[in-house]
């Protein structure tokens, strides 16, 4: 969902060329609010302040009631959060007249926000607060925070902390909860439910205050390291139980972890549930600030009924189906019982980090003897285990889990979802940036490119792939994606009219010849915290793409459409033209939107100030992929900011050599000539001369170009080798051939052969006659 606000013209527009460039969001001021109010928040980035249009929230529950200029860098919004808005994180983008800024986050509270007040970094000297309350503030380096409130006996006592979860910067928090006489009562620094972020929950030993420190955990910040501490009576339970239900189905849900004891909820899950889905546990002190996550999919539930560690004790159930458990205390397992049949398939998938479980649970599968058929531990480097099993016979089989470690407590819950394999695509969105999540902005009256990844399980055969609603005005056109392949272009455009406006759509693939149904999964990450060698530390992640319809761009590039075929091992030179306008003359990089397997193309290639044109070099290796291409340049230049276009689709034909060549080995001395003669095997005709080159020669020989002709089954080289030329083996050598077809270059690169260069032998020397012996002569 997303608000739009029509603005009156408050400010002068600059003119075109300034205007074109995309706006980006860095952060927001306050970062967050509480349900049922409005807040006035200030949105700052470069650009962001230049024509502002609207918010684009992904989530319900958030309105926009006012958009304000405050200078080119700054905006200020007026929110009104609904009262029944789901508390935690809520993902948004802005809409300028240039563009679509990057994803941040807005984090909506369920108790009424104050601001930290310095000093308050001694123990002595803490901020009062209520406890109901949530604490705007910020940790520099080596800054201790401190906070007190009142509480009763028995009271419950919830602290939990949004630091991490910002994405401003790598802030790990840590949180004490303390008597007033310092005595710890609590503390925590990661969770398993919060990741990097902590949280406690504890009910007061006795009447009185109680202090809560919030530091970073090795006693660093910054500027940057912003936090938002809830502090209140609210339920913090750890999990629930039994982490996932049918899709629009009634789910009764024991919370874990609370320390006021576990309860139960009746809750109904959405169809479909949203991704990332979490709900939020409530009580009569409030509800909690993040939810638990729980999952929605169309198995029924299988509940454990202890005792179930032993083989003859395991819980029975049918497949397909979830079973779910908790592994209560260390050195258990749990297992379940089911029946099966000869040549069916399943997918096991254990799911338990993916719902924020402490458990780094084993997965096993057994016959009825108890043998071990199948296990897995992780997938693919994630904790969660997961395998597929063919079934050799009909009979009963058990399923087995336990932790790793071997390890257990109350709240290491776990779901087994064993399915049947599905027909499904996997879509990406790919970075035009790497480690920026791309946003698709078209220009009026021009066109952009993008490129998706597809990947397939299950399923093969060509697919059909797009985007779903786009604004009034834009259109789009995608080629069938071949079955071989997993990467198509789609090409979006914009008429000249089109209003000014934005779309967060859906991306869909299925079949062309729709001979089966395809889950279609579509997922886009983007990296807020990175770590050491940029692995990723806290992304946020939607299932819609933002499309938006800009301001003209002040400059058009075309393909001027290839007359010639690229060949495999060989080269070609892409020209691109541009149209430049309202003055704009500067740098348009040009690079092309994707390099087809085994071809190469230059990324570096620009249409400089004062000139209309350039060509973008193309190398092929001898296996690329040789076929009918569709390919899109795509450009980009600063107008005060970057501005992108894109062509439209051009046809590149790859295809295999029109010849081959045999190389002998030749040897020679320096100083003497030798003829270079190579074998030639014609596989398509060509129309008049070829030209030869002779490539990779040492230095000291020489020789000149030659000419072929579709007849020709010899060239030969003659080459001139100087007495001083260098001596060796010379195994580089290749012929670069060059056909002119419908008056363009067809530049095949064929290789190789061997020059053995050797140095003269010594001049022979005269034999000496003997002296004459002693005695007559005859």
């Known amino acids: 969902m997303f608000m739009r606000f029509s603005l009156a013209l408050i400010f002068l527009l600059p003119a075109a060329v300034a205007a074109a460039a995309a706006p980006r969001l860095d952060n927001l001021q306050p970062q967050g609010g509480q349900r049922g109010t409005e807040v006035a928040v200030t949105l700052i980035g470069g650009r962001i302040g230049q024509d502002p249009q609207e918010v684009m929230f992904y989530d319900p529950g958030i309105s926009v009631k006012g958009i304000e200029r405050i200078d080119d860098n700054q905006m200020k919004v007026v929110l009104a959060i ?38 308050n970094n001694a123990f002595e000297s803490p901020q009062p607060i209520d406890l109901g309350a949530v604490v705007n503030g910020v940790v520099t380096n080596e800054d201790v925070d401190y906070f007190v409130v009142d509480a009763k006996q028995g009271e419950r006592i919830s602290v ?36 990097q972020d902590a949280y406690c929950t504890v009910l007061a030993p006795k009447d009185g205050k109680y202090l809560i420190e919030l530091r970073e955990t090795s006693y660093r910040g910054d500027d940057a390291s912003t936090y938002r501490l809830h502090v209140g009576k609210f339920s913090r339970p750890a999990g629930a139980f039994p982490g996932g239900g049918v899709p629009g189905q009634p789910l009764e849900v024991k919370w874990l972890g609370d320390p006021a004891g576990e309860k139960s909820e009746t809750v109904t899950l959405p169809s479909p549930a949203p991704l990332g889905y979490r709900i939020s546990a409530s009580d009569e002190n409030g509800a909690a600030p993040t939810g638990v996550p729980l999952r929605a999919v169309d198995l029924p539930n299988v509940i454990e009924a202890e005792p179930n560690k032993e083989l003859d004790q395991a819980t029975r159930g049918e497949v397909p189906g979830a079973f779910c458990g908790i592994i209560g205390e260390a050195e258990d397992w749990d297992r379940f019982r089911f029946a099966a049949k000869k040549g069916e398939v399943f997918d096991f998938n254990l799911v338990a980090r ?129 079955a071989d392949y997993n990467r198509v272009p789609v090409l979006l455009r914009a008429a000249a009219d089109a209003p000014l406006a934005g779309k967060l759509t859906t991306v869909t693939a299925e079949l062309v010849d729709k001979s089966q149904p395809l889950v279609s999964r579509f997922k886009q990450q983007t990296w807020l915290i990175r770590g050491s060698n940029n692995v990723p530390v806290w992304n946020h992640w939607t299932e819609r793409a933002a499309v938006a319809v800009a301001q003209p761009a002040p400059f058009t590039v075309s393909i001027v459409a290839p007359q010639a075929p690229l060949v495999q091992s060989g080269a070609k030179g892409l020209k ?31 249409i400089e100030p004062g000139q209309t044109e350039a060509v973008i070099p193309m190398t092929t290796a001898g296996n690329a992929w040789a076929r009918d291409w569709k390919i899109i340049v795509v450009a980009e230049a600063d107008v005060n900011g970057p501005v992108r ?25 320096q100083g003497k000539p030798i003829d270079y003669p190579i074998a030639i095997q014609q596989t398509t005709p060509f129309e008049g001369p070829a030209t030869v080159e002779l490539v990779g020669l040492p230095p000291g020989v020489t020789t000149s170009p030659q000419e072929i002709t579709k007849d020709s089954t010899e060239v030969k080289f003659p080459l001139a080798v100087a007495a001083d030329a ?53």
Do not use: W
């Open 726 to 778: 260098r001596v060796g083996h010379h195994r580089q050598l290749y012929c670069q051939v060059t056909i002119t077809q419908n008056g363009e270059p067809v530049v095949h690169t064929i290789g190789t052969g061997e020059l053995r260069i050797d140095e003269p032998l010594p001049p022979a020397q005269t034999a000496q006659q003997p002296p004459p012996s002693g005695g007559e002569s005859s």
């Open 576 to 606: 691109v033209v541009a149209e430049k306008r309202d003055g704009f003359d500067g740098r348009i990089a040009v690079r092309l939107l994707f390099d087809p397997p085994g071809l190469s193309s230059h990324q570096g290639i620009g």
């Open 354 to 482: 993916e719902i924020r479980s402490p458990l780094d649970g084993v997965l096993r599968l057994r016959n009825a003897k108890g043998d071990v058929l199948a296990a897995a531990d992780d997938n693919g480097g994630k904790p969660d285990a997961y395998f597929r099993y063919t079934f050799p016979e009909d009979g009963e089989y058990v399923v087995e889990v336990e932790d790793h470690l071997r390890q257990g407590q109350p709240t290491y819950l776990y779901r087994v979802e064993i399915s049947r394999p599905q027909a499904a695509v996997d879509l990406v969105l790919e970075e035009r940036q790497q480690y920026e999540a791309t946003e698709i902005v078209v220009p009026q009256g021009n066109r952009m490119a993008i490129m998706i990844t597809a990947n397939r399980a299950d399923v093969g055969g060509d697919l059909n792939v797009g985007l779903g609603e786009l604004p009034a005005g834009v259109t789009q056109e995608v080629n069938p994606l071949a």
């Open 160 to 195: 939990e902390v949004e630091g991490l979860r910002l994405g401003r910067t790598f802030f790990d928090p840590a949180v004490t909860i303390f008597d007033e006489k310092r005595f710890e009562v609590a503390s925590a620094d990661d969770s398993p439910l919060l990741q």
């Open 82 to 119: 609904a009262a029944d808005c789901q508390p935690g994180i809520h993902g948004l983008r802005v809409r300028t007249a240039t563009g679509v800024t990057n994803l941040r986050t807005f984090h909506v509270g369920t108790l009424p926000e104050i601001v930290e007040k310095e000093p």
């Open 645 to 669: 276009t894109s062509t439209e689709f051009a046809t590149l034909k790859l295809v295999p050599p029109y010849l081959a060549m045999t190389f002998p080995p030749v040897a020679t001395e």
